[in-house]
């Protein structure tokens, strides 16, 4: 098993669901959740969140890209962007669609199945199915 220092990787980012290396970490506010956010400037990376000053606390604070969508969309329940096939949620989940598919069949993981015989995953499903799976 690798250590944080071999590898750098501190945590697995709740939107992207990609490793985050220390430098990209940060913590959303709102679901308390980590996340990508480039906090250097000499060194790449894309930011799945952003940071602000909060003027009325005069504080920086942090948000997922996944509670901010949310926030967008409070009239709107549940986004397309949230709902994955089953080879977006095998990548997501980072195992093979095959076994995605047999732990579906087996009821380990929430989905639905429509009539031309394609699975449908949520997000939320998949991110809590990826951390049980540590």
């Not at 679901?31 to 990508?36: A, N, S």
């Not at 449908?120 to 990826?130: K, M």
Request: hydrophobic letters at 40%.
């Amino acid at each position: 098993m690798s250590t944080v220092e071999e590898t750098g990787v501190v945590a697995d980012c709740s939107v992207c669901g990609k490793p985050i290396a220390a430098y990209m970490l940060a913590w959303c506010d709102a679901c308390g959740k980590p996340y990508h956010l480039n906090q250097r400037s000499d060194l790449p990376g894309e930011d799945c969140g952003q940071v602000w000053i909060n003027e009325e606390h005069l504080g920086l604070q942090f948000a997922c890209n996944t509670c901010l969508q949310a926030e967008a969309d409070a009239d709107v329940s549940g986004g397309l962007d949230d709902i994955l096939d089953a080879a977006e949620a095998a990548e997501f989940a980072r195992v093979t669609e095959d076994e995605m598919l047999a732990v579906a069949d087996a009821g380990g993981i929430r989905h639905r199945r429509t009539s031309s015989g394609t699975y449908l995953f949520e997000r939320a499903d998949l991110i809590e199915f990826r951390q049980g799976r540590r």
